[in-house]
């Protein structure tokens, strides 16, 4: 079972950037995908960016050009390098993999 644990979060205003880390306790190298998922009180969780263990990466369309991610799987680590951001990008950001999920990390982006 892999606990996760992400970081990073915080307030940040509109067209600014944040990055947040999801560390895993077990090899990342054993972890197929590693997802990044938001959720606010108004909406169901909701899917942002994928990366497998070979690179391949997809992203949510509403972040697609501001977002990227990357993993490190010699440190265990998975990133979510956010720029641009939004007011909308407002959310509890998650990080998955094997099923499992982190407590999540808040970004507030004022406008």
């Known amino acids: 079972q892999v606990q996760l644990v992400e970081s990073g979060g915080g307030l940040v205003q509109a067209g600014g950037s944040l990055r947040l880390s999801c560390a895993a306790s077990?090899?990342?190298?054993?972890?197929?995908?590693m997802h990044w998922y938001r959720q606010t009180p108004e909406k169901q969780r909701e899917f942002v960016a994928v990366?497998?263990?070979?690179?391949?990466?997809n992203y949510a369309d509403s972040v697609k050009g501001r977002f990227t991610i990357s993993r490190d799987n010699a440190q265990n680590k998975m990133y979510l390098q956010m720029n641009n951001l939004k007011p909308e990008d407002t959310a509890v950001y998650y990080c998955?993999?094997?099923?499992?999920w982190g407590q999540g990390t808040q970004v507030t982006v004022s406008s």
């Open positions: 077990e090899s990342a190298g054993s972890i197929n995908t």
């Open positions: 990366v497998s263990t070979n690179g391949y990466t």
């Open positions: 998955m993999a094997n099923g499992e």
